[in-house]
């Protein structure tokens, strides 16, 4: 290693261990994310509190350091080369000011109640955690894997319900340090995506309705009961790989090119849904890239559809 990159990373982690942030070196990032995919992090730092993750990104802003913010690591693809920078976690543990589900003050609306969930937070969990308080709202994108604000930031939802149908409003950190509230309005939604690049959100403000308990909780089993038998669960996959087109199914243009099991090296296009790829063992990005980018030939030159890929590729 250069004398220079060996001083900046002394640096770094000086810089960490002052504002006590727990933290790994050359961290392989195929433990964090749903494919089980990518090299090494030169850092890989969790962050506990709104402070601690202020005065990091002012530092990184400061130092001109690379940087990316995962949540449950699903919906990502990070190459095999790994990551030259910071790669931050927002912690979901008890302790941390990310991991919570609460009931909070507003100005509520009839048969409603405000919950806000830090971002860290399991989906699954907030939306079983607000059903047993007979709050309705989020059981329907229940059976979507990751936390609230990758949920959030990527504007997950069903056919039923997008998760952005229940927000409020949220709150944000920018990349220089400066804490924000964002209502409803001042972000911009649409299929699978938001205008919320530029900032890491922290906690979101749901508004919820008021109704049966048993109800909401039998939508959540059914739901779960669902994805189980249209999705490959229980593989490593990080969700769906392609949006879908308007008017169609992403899935169903795969499947009709008989695509299913087609593979390069390890990863495969499931056999349940066309629009997961499985990687099936040691699989490695470049095959992930090399499939992908075959598929999207492939529809294009079929049906003159130009896929857009839902996974996000970190480089």
Not at 5 to 30: F, H, M, Q, V
Not at 93 to 101: A, D, L
Not at 108 to 132: D, F, H
Not at 247 to 255: F, K, N, Q, W
Request: with cysteine; glycine share 8%; net charge positive.
């Amino acid at each position: 290693m250069a004398a220079g990159r060996r001083i900046i990373k002394n640096n770094i982690e000086e810089y960490l261990l002052s504002i006590k942030c727990n933290y790994k070196c050359n961290e392989p990032l195929s433990k964090h994310t749903t494919l089980c995919i990518g090299g090494t992090a030169d850092f890989f730092v969790e962050v506990e509190t709104e402070k601690q993750l202020i005065s990091l990104l002012k530092f990184i802003n400061e130092n001109k350091i690379k940087f990316f913010v995962i949540g449950g690591g699903s919906n990502i693809l990070f190459s095999d080369e790994g990551f030259r920078g910071i790669v931050i976690k927002l912690s979901s543990n008890s302790n941390s000011e990310f991991g919570k589900v609460e009931t909070c003050e507003g100005k509520e609306k009839q048969n409603t109640e405000y919950v806000c969930c830090g971002s860290a937070v399991n989906l699954a969990y907030a939306a079983r955690k607000t059903a047993e308080q007979g709050l309705s709202g989020l059981e329907y994108i229940s059976s979507i894997p990751g936390t609230v604000g990758g949920a959030v930031f990527g504007n997950a939802g069903v056919k039923e319900s997008s998760v952005s149908d229940v927000i409020e409003k949220i709150e944000v950190v920018d990349y220089f340090g400066n804490k924000e509230i964002l209502n409803k309005k001042d972000i911009r939604f649409e299929y699978r995506k938001s205008n919320l690049e530029d900032c890491i959100i922290t906690r979101v403000f749901f508004i919820l309705k008021n109704a049966d308990k048993n109800d909401i909780l039998k939508t959540i089993s059914q739901q779960l009961e669902r994805r189980k038998k249209s999705q490959p669960i229980g593989t490593k996959n990080a969700g769906c790989i392609f949006k879908n087109p308007k008017d169609d199914s992403a899935g169903r243009l795969i499947d009709s090119l008989n695509l299913k099991h087609y593979n390069v090296g390890d990863i495969e296009i499931s056999d349940i849904h066309a629009n997961f790829f499985i990687n099936k063992n040691n699989g490695c990005a470049k095959d992930m890239l090399s499939l992908i980018e075959f598929v999207k030939n492939e529809i294009y030159k079929k049906y003159n559809i130009k896929l857009e890929t839902e996974i996000r590729i970190i480089k």
